[in-house]
């Protein structure tokens, strides 16, 4: 008898294509190098090499692939659940004490209903993060272990005081053991990676930025703290006395003092509407941390635990669903290259199309492998696929038709000097300006300069000052207050119009008007020159006393909080002619308001130095509240030492490093309405 062999039929874009046994196999090979490869990248906390619509068409061809020739490769991702993690240098491989299986994924909500049946169930975020497992004992926390393989994961039991979303003790003495995502909220990300001037070193997403976090080792705590890594609790796996509920397990641990996710008590028949209802807060950007979909969870954990384990999938644990990624079909108009601080970014421009209630009319291409791997192309005819991801950022994910080639431009589109294609540490070509002094590479200090702290400009965004880069309007501060006689071409570039000119025109107007001296010194980013130590030299100086003292060379080391690195930066900044012509010229364009120097009135809080943590109910926030301090004549510091006179925490009993440190040196801590009622009165309330 001849060899039994089979056929299997691959959908593509053009139609549909027969393999035999041998090409099967080959496609399934090829399949399972991609994704594994994009796994690995997507959980090490690198740059992501493939987006979750493409991983999720591989993986889906691939199911079926397996599905109907009967074969499953040993390393296939269809039964394994991926190990890779950032490399961390100070973790221990620990077994779990119960295995942390994946759940299974769906896009149909039809599915979930079935699922779901008639019991009453849970629905909640599928946050996209790193799986954490938090230990209890005796009301203590005892370890911490990333999920790993499912089996084993990494002790970073080391990092426990430097992040947040977790008591480390608790009023309940038995065995618990708790399940949750540590993330990085959008803000927290956008504000960190501001902080990264060079491109190449930035993080892809919030995501990635966290594995990398969490990869530190115990030199870098104070690292893992400045990022604010939050612990989301989404299950409670074990607790020694019963309680069955699932709701209820959460309602306990949010008693406990965690942050537990977001969650809504539904049934099989109202699904539809719960998810759709659920789905449209990301849509409309609601979130504030990053999810990838919803997840549904029985009410009855007892009968969750009778459920029986598929592959690497626990049948009744809970049930993923993820969205169907709308893919728009359109053509190419051209690529344009954005030049930002470090790099030279391509990105997609094409016919306007309505992806997830949005117009959507360009897409970052990120860089020129990105441009290869699509194979795209560079005239009318090339036509495209675009989605939202997660359905946030478009992107160009299929090319359908390719004609021309796209061409990497010889000289920047700023500065017109000659670029060069530069690879990064992970070895991904860019494009970059081989000007120093590009403009675009002033591009953070441009949005420092228009910040709240800044010269106040409201509304001239990062993106809004990229393009007026790009468009040559501004290459130095100074050419910021001259954005109104750009009106006529501003009205017209994308994402404007005369409203938004003229919304521009006022607020540049409005900063121009009045521009405080202490803003203006920050906004100016001169090395080591904050805001806090702007108002010092205001305060000591006054203006233009500061700027008299500035061209005399006159030394700043003198003033309290200043000393001689600080002044030394000053000076050497201001010693530079190009800083002196372009303060010169921006002081011909803005009034700034007259300040004198202040002396000391004997404050109520002259000479005490004090913390200030947590949230605060009678100042408006905490910039508000170390305003008034130091009007006062006293000092805010951003830790406790001996030096700390007081440190202000409305909850006192805590038990956050401040309070602890506080308690061993024998620093008082006063709630917020014990300092108003010693240092603030009452219309300390009202600053």
């Known amino acids: 008898m001849g060899q039994l062999r089979f056929f299997a039929a691959v959908p593509t874009c053009r139609g549909e294509i027969i393999m035999d046994e041998i090409e099967i196999r080959e496609r399934m090979r090829r399949l399972i190098d991609e994704l594994n490869a994009a796994s690995e990248a997507y959980y090490g906390g690198r740059d992501e090499i493939m987006t979750n619509y493409e991983w999720d068409q591989k993986f889906d061809e691939l199911s079926r692939l397996e599905a109907e020739s009967g074969v499953v490769l040993e390393d296939s991702p269809t039964q394994n ?62 370890k911490i272990l990333t999920r790993g393989d499912g089996s084993v994961g990494t002790n970073i039991t080391y990092m426990k005081e430097a992040l947040n979303g977790f008591p ?29 001037e060079d491109e190449e070193e930035r993080f892809a997403n919030p995501r ?8 530190l080792d115990a030199k870098h705590l104070d690292d893992v703290k ?23 397990r959460m309602d306990w641990l949010q008693e406990m003092g965690f942050t537990v996710v977001e969650r809504e008590a539904t049934d099989a028949s109202h699904l539809p509407e719960v998810v759709q209802r659920w789905t449209e807060k990301v849509e409309r950007g609601e979130m504030l941390i990053p999810v990838d979909g919803l997840v549904i969870a029985y009410d009855d954990t007892v009968y969750a635990e009778g459920g029986s384990v598929t592959g690497h999938h626990a049948t009744r644990a809970g049930y993923a669903f993820k969205w169907q990624d709308t893919a728009a079909t359109t053509t190419l108009d051209h690529i344009e290259w954005s030049c930002g601080s470090t790099v030279i970014t391509p990105v997609a421009v094409f ?6 209630g949005t117009t959507v009319s360009r897409a970052s291409l990120a860089n020129i492998d990105e441009l290869d791997r699509l194979g795209i192309g560079a005239d009318r005819k090339t036509v495209i696929d675009v989605i939202k991801a997660n359905k946030i950022i478009p992107k160009v994910v299929l090319v359908r038709q390719k004609e021309g080639s796209y061409t990497i431009p010889e000289a920047c589109p700023v500065c017109e000097s000659p670029t060069e294609i530069a690879v990064s540490k992970n070895g991904v070509r860019m494009l970059k300006c081989t000007n120093p002094d590009c403009p675009a590479r002033n591009l953070k200090k441009f949005e420092r300069f228009v910040s709240k702290h800044g010269m106040d400009i409201d509304g001239l965004s990062i993106e809004s000052l990229r393009d007026f880069v790009d468009a040559g309007f501004i290459k130095t501060f100074a050419d910021i207050y001259r954005l109104p006689e750009h009106g006529a071409e501003i009205a017209k570039m994308p994402g404007f119009g005369e409203k938004s000119r003229d919304n521009l025109t006022a607020a540049v107007e409005k900063s121009r008007a009045a521009a405080d001296p202490v803003r203006l010194v920050n906004a100016l980013c001169i090395p080591q020159i904050g805001v806090d130590a702007a108002k ?46 372009m303060l010169e010229d921006l002081l011909t364009l803005i009034r700034v308001t007259p300040a004198e ?40 510091a951003g830790s406790v030492s001996k030096k700390t006179s007081f440190l202000v925490n409305n909850d006192a009993a805590s038990s956050s490093s401040k309070n602890r440190k506080a308690q061993e040196l024998g620093v008082p801590i006063l709630t917020e309405d014990e300092f108003l009622a010693r240092f603030g009165g009452a219309e300390a309330s009202e600053t």
């Open 597 to 636: 120097p202040k002396t000391s009135a004997g404050g109520r809080c002259e000479g005490l130095t004090f913390v200030i943590t947590g949230e605060v109910h009678s100042f408006r926030n905490r910039d508000a509240f170390k305003a008034y301090v130091e009007t006062e004549g006293g000092k805010v």
């Open 536 to 581: 010092r030299l205001v305060a000591a100086c006054g203006w233009p006393g500061l700027l008299e003292r500035l061209k005399a060379g006159s030394s700043f080391a003198d003033i309290d909080g200043i000393g001689e690195e600080r002044s030394g930066a000053l000076l050497g900044w201001f010693a530079q002619k190009a800083h002196q012509a």
């Open 208 to 215: 990635n930025l966290a594995s990398g976090t969490l990869a």
């Open 226 to 248: 400045a990022r604010h890594v939050c612990f989301n609790a989404f299950t409670l796996v074990h607790l020694d006395e019963e309680l069955v509920s699932w709701g209820a």
């Open 351 to 356: 016919d306007p199309v309505q992806l997830e």
């Open 168 to 196: 480390l003790t608790i009023p309940y003495p038995g065995h618990l053991v708790v399940r949750g995502e540590a993330t990085i909220s959008y803000p927290e990300f956008e504000k960190l990676n501001a902080a990264i």
């Open 81 to 142: 659940v991926s190990t890779a993690e950032a490399e961390n240098a100070d973790g221990v491989k620990e077994p779990h004490e119960y295995a942390a299986l994946s759940l299974a994924k769906t896009k149909a909500v039809a599915d979930l209903q079935s699922w779901a049946g008639d019991r009453p169930i849970w629905l909640s975020w599928k946050l996209d993060g790193l799986t954490l497992v938090l230990t209890y004992d005796g009301g203590s926390l005892t």
